[in-house]
């Protein structure tokens, strides 16, 4: 389980740092729920830095003054210097009395820290320097001096590195503009390539920037990398002889990247969360297909199954499409027993299908598609005639998903709109009905 903590500036340093190994809290309902091996996040209150740590060990106590003479202050963020004036009424700046008495204090101990600070005001710094090196060509210390002082002198530059158990392992450095970011340098230790670091970076800049996308240059070296990492390549040039790739990743394909690694798979879940979830298509949704075996159908935004697992069975050929690489591969494995079934990573807007469809659907999925008339079009484009078209669009009105722990700009759909954008595009609007969450709209191709 993942916690998440904020602290003070000085506390968030010390930790960093490794001056400081365990964190006093009270032992609330919150704190309760914490489990030795369990991950905690901190977020420093001033900064967009944060710190992981793993916890070690739970110390518990009915009072801060138990835990003071119990535990060894150096390790609960005093100096040598303080040790002597150091009391357990320090808490007292933080909890009541009343809460202290009600429930208890805890040390949490942590072990594997790591961090990833802002590092522009000593970038500079022969330790911070040397992580620019996998990225410069021919990388002599004037010219790392040089670039690095470039980006410092640029106040639009972010620059962060990633420490890991006090050492600097990892860079990246970006600019934001229009809700995008734009990556100007990444790089990763030699010795430490091929653990995942370069993600870690990038899942920070989504997760603490909340852009709608990232861009990155890149060449045959690292290419890989970044498709494996969910970039798609949006165009290709070549300069002073060498390819040249500039890619792209939207912060939904993030997010459910995000999700099939938290194990989050709707199509696995209890039956009380199902039923949740039909609250915005369910069986009816379903029906308004009218399938058969010889039908071709089409899902846009095909997720992990959680429809397709209903509708496969009923129909000839079924496609889906999705722009998560890791959804689509938990899909395959959900969705293994269906001979008919073939599924792509891509955006639906720019795939060529090669084909056309009996029916398309779609549910939760067009609130992430912002020119929502482009894609009706579309949709009236990979129609038969006498095709049938049945989508689901959300109520909620709000301009952003929140987790808790990051945030997906949406683009909310409305029915009167819904409506427009399906006349535009030359189908016939059959059926609007609504469920507890969604509007349901049921077209047809003459």
Known sequence: MIHYMN????????????????????????????????????????????ITAQISGLHKFSNFKELYNALPLEKCGYTVAELDTAHYTDMEQYYTKEQIKKYGALGIELCNVSSICDVKEIITEPDILKLLAPSVYNPTEERLLNR????????????YAYKDNGEHKGIVIFKIANNSATILDI???PEY????????????IFDRFEVDNITAETDDDAIGFYKKYGFTVANTKVEFDTKRYVCVCESVTHHYDLLIDENNDPVHDPKPLQDYMDKWDGQVFV???????????????????????????????????????KTIERAKENLTDFKNVTLNCADFLSYEFGCTFDVVY?????????DKQ???NKVATLLKNGGRFVLSIDKNQERFIDTGTRKIRIFSDTPEEIKTHIANS??????????????IFVATKE
């Open 7 to 50: 602290l003070v500036p000085t506390a968030f340093v010390k930790i960093a740092d490794g001056n400081k190994t365990i964190e006093l809290r009270l032992n609330d309902e919150k704190r309760q729920r914490i489990n030795v091996e369990d991950t905690v996040v901190f977020d420093c209150s001033s900064t967009k830095d944060i």
């Open 148 to 159: 690095s002082k470039k980006y410092q002198e640029d106040e639009n530059t972010n620059i």
């Open 187 to 189: 790089a990763v230790k």
């Open 193 to 204: 390539q091929g653990q995942g670091i370069g993600s870690i970076l990038i899942d920070f």
């Open 287 to 325: 029906d308004k297909m009218e399938l058969n075996k010889d039908k071709s159908v089409l899902e846009i935004g095909v997720g992990t199954g959680r429809l397709a697992i209903r509708v496969a069975h009923l129909c000839g050929d079924f496609y889906g499409v999705d722009i998560s690489q």
């Open 362 to 370: 779609s549910s939760l999925t067009f609130m992430h598609i912002e």
């Open 374 to 376: 482009k894609a009706i």
């Open 426 to 439: 030359c189908l016939l609007l059959i059926e609007h009905y609504e469920t507890e969450f969604a509007h």
